[in-house]
């Protein structure tokens, strides 16, 4: 069981995975018959990862409702999507993996369903898709497709700048009966007015002959940095991908290293209210490293002092000012932020309730009593009060049960102590000789 569809840039052909993924199998292949993929954007693609199509509109469009399976189109909006079929087995271990998109059910968010979008991965080992998306086929020919759309140039949200569409839909092969209601279109339709609305550069358009060099590698290096941006907002060095550097901080370099900070605070403060001046120092030694970060309160004071201060002699060395491109300060006030807003959660280490500190082990998550918020299976300073309680506990007497008498106490004591009772027949030893010694003398 299989399907060719045909794109801008190419043909796919999916092998249907029929007895691990039958719903999802069903309601791709008659959508297909039904030819409601024709003319359907790839609305996004993400480098060595996946493309997304599927809603024959688009989502760029306010037109589009999403997509829906075939069996919204057949019995209405009561049926627009399905629960879809998750099979253990089905992992997105390598490229041109085929699965449904899905989203949370609204009446069981436990439960996720699909309508008619579906993803194709464009790397292997993709296990962060694993039970979000619903495997159902694969791709078996057509990889040099799956690398044109690959190396497709994007805007800032994914999608590609010129239009790659799938053009026609062909089923090879199909073992399901036509649901009640499904007619088949004997020629593909023209595109809507509400299709044709998205177009930005269409599919067939040759832009090459006309391009900017110049133009081109500008678009390289900016998906390149938003590439390199979302993957350190990934590890976290970032806030998010689009964060910009403050406009109002100058960065100073080639100082003098006998340059302190008071010094550039009094020579740039004659364009403006000087927020911060910090000459950057070795950590260890304290020894400058000759460059410098500047806050102003304003912009514009800023501005002028970069056009003002450039090349400017200071201490026998003339300086480089420029605008910071550094975004640290704004990553750790975001960070100090949110940490302060899950610290005051409680629980956790950080405010985070499944982080813990190292040798704190949680044994109940309340009612520990504990000023911290925690109840600990073991403690150091714990253990040792018990040992000492219980050591002391060996020596004293216990006056906790009325049944037992004085004298089964103390024997309980001569039991327990050896080292005691050792002393204590010593004592009486050296008493008895001490009393035979002044029977002698008398």
Known sequence: MSVLLETSVGDL?????????PKS???FIKLCQVKYYNFAPVHSVQKDFSLQTGDPIGPRSTSSDGGSSIWGLLNGVGEKTYAADFHPKLKHLERGTVSMATVPGLRDPEERVAGSQFLITLGDKLDYLDGKAAIFG???????????INAAFVDDKGCPLKDIRIRHTVVLEDPFPNPPGLVVPQESPLPSKAQLATVRIADDEEIDEFADEEMVDK???????RAQALTLEMVGDLPFAEVKPPENILFVCKLNPVTQDEDLDLIFSRFG???????????????????AFIEFENQKDCEQAYFKMQGVLIDDHRIHVDFSQ???KLSDTWRTATNSKRAS???GFG???NLEKKRQYRAMDTGSGRSNGYGMVFDKEDIRKERKRVADSKYMPRHNSRSQSPRREFRAVRSLSPKHEKRRRDRSRGTDRGLERRRRRD
Do not use: H, P, W
């Not at 694969?138 to 044109?148: D, H, I, P, R, S």
């Not at 678009?219 to 940095?225: Q, S």
């Open 13 to 21: 052909v999916i092998d249907m995975l029929v007895d691990y993924a």
């Open 25 to 27: 199998c069903e309601n």
């Open 138 to 148: 694969k791709v078996v020919e057509g990889f040099e497709t799956l690398e044109k």
């Open 219 to 225: 678009m390289r290096r900016e998906r390149e940095a």
């Open 273 to 291: 209210k000087i927020l911060s001046c910090e000459v950057i120092r070795e950590k260890r030694t304290g020894d400058s490293l000759q460059y």
């Open 326 to 328: 550094s975004v640290s």
């Open 345 to 347: 959660q409680k629980g």
């Open 351 to 353: 405010g985070i309730s």
